[in-house]
């Protein structure tokens, strides 16, 4: 008697609710936010994530291209790695918050490039 093959089950991807996750970067931390696992839908493109610097020292790491792509690589925060952070745009701030921080929203697309968007708090 055969015995039968466990494998995966076909059909819907079972969503991931995603949670902050704080983790390193050059003795620094950033908050991550993989809202890409929130996509149940047929494409896998794109993916964003939001990242949060809550401090002055980790907003300029987040800021150079070389160190936030080793980060991004490193920690996973995409399903495959950023080949190249092609672009960035800064959002005009707006007034001044009582507990400043950065918000990065990285935009990963299918060749595996990002666009990194700078929004100062708005809260």
């Known amino acids: ?5 466990k ?10 609710t995603p949670v902050w996750t704080k983790l390193p ?3 620094q931390s950033l908050h991550v936010l993989r809202v890409w696992q929130l996509n149940n839908a047929a494409h896998k493109y794109t993916e ?9 020292a980790a907003k300029t790491l987040a800021e150079d291209n070389t160190v936030l792509r080793k ?7 995409f399903s495959k790695d950023v080949n190249a952070i092609i672009n960035r745009v ?10 400043p921080f950065w918000d990065f ?6 060749a595996s490039n990002a666009v990194v968007i700078h929004v100062t708090c708005f809260i």
């Not at 800064?90 to 507990?99: L, R, S, Y």
């Open 48 to 56: 964003v994530a939001i990242l949060r610097a809550l401090t002055p």
């Open 71 to 77: 980060f991004l690589n490193d920690n996973d925060v």
């Open 1 to 5: 008697m055969k015995a039968k093959k």
């Open 25 to 27: 970067i050059n003795g």
């Open 7 to 16: 494998g995966k089950k076909k059909g819907k991807k079972k969503l991931t």
């Open 105 to 110: 929203i990285v935009v990963h697309g299918r």
């Open 90 to 99: 800064q959002v005009t701030p707006g007034p001044a918050c009582n507990q």
